[in-house]
């Protein structure tokens, strides 16, 4: 099943625009992870964000956690053509022994040159 | 690193026959994940291996599926008497060991089955 799910479900910006997805989720979690997928390739990790932090940069992207809320986001920062992808984020389980991850649906991201 | 290798890329098969896949990890990732991916959906859980171990299996993975990663390297996924709700991308992912449950997970470009 679906832990999470992301907002919008599709975003088309403009080229050099900041670009903003956010993700709820259900259950109590381990850690947040944020996944990049090209069409018909499989999923690229971008960033993971722990249950005790709150925000965390890589390059242009900017993550950031609620555990109250249980809802993070991710925004990219001077967007480019080659951003256009989906973005996935998945929930890491706090169950002692559990690896698996659980994904939300997704949001089609389309950056237009 | 040559990252996680999956064979074939896709898979045309009528229902009822039984397929396999294959996935190559990362050579150094003790880890290795099998997920489903339906059209506009995410990733859903199926199985999990630490080295040789079936540690982890999702309720979606049905007595028809069946899962191998003998040596504690490469892994296989089989479906027996595939049916029309078979047709998803099967995707591979490694991770190396790591406290905590916390590693990010190395994925390969899958395998689209498509059940005639």
């Known amino acids: 099943s679906q832990q999470g799910e992301e907002d919008p479900q599709a975003l088309s910006i403009q080229e050099g625009e900041n670009a903003t997805m956010n993700c709820s989720y259900k259950t109590s979690i381990n850690n947040l992870q944020w996944y990049r997928q090209n069409s018909g390739r499989g999923l690229v990790h971008l960033i993971l964000i722990r249950s005790n932090e709150r925000e965390k940069h890589s390059g242009r992207l900017r993550v950031t956690l609620d555990t109250s809320k249980k809802s993070s986001s991710l925004l990219i920062t001077a967007s480019r053509a080659a951003d256009t992808a989906s973005y996935f984020c998945?929930?890491?389980?706090?169950?002692?022994?559990?690896?698996?991850?659980?994904f939300g649906k997704g949001t089609k991201l389309s950056v237009i040159p | 690193d040559t990252g996680v290798s999956q064979d074939p890329r896709h898979k045309i098969t009528k229902r009822g026959q039984n397929v396999t896949f294959r996935c190559d990890p990362i050579?150094?990732?003790?880890?290795l994940y099998w997920y489903r991916q339906t059209l506009g959906q995410g990733p859903e859980f199926l199985t999990y291996f630490q080295n040789e171990a079936q540690l982890e299996k999702s309720r979606l993975l049905s007595d028809r599926f069946s899962a191998e990663r003998p040596k504690g390297s490469f892994s296989t996924l089989e479906i027996q008497r595939t049916e029309q709700g078979d047709s998803a991308m099967y995707l591979c992912?490694?991770?190396?060991?790591?406290?905590?449950?916390?590693?990010?997970?190395?994925f390969g470009d899958g395998t689209r089955l498509s059940i005639l």
């Open positions: 050579s150094e990732h003790n880890r």
């Open positions: 998945a929930t890491g389980s706090p169950r002692a022994g559990s690896y698996q991850l659980t």
């Open positions: 992912a490694s991770s190396p060991l790591g406290t905590g449950g916390d590693q990010p997970q190395h």
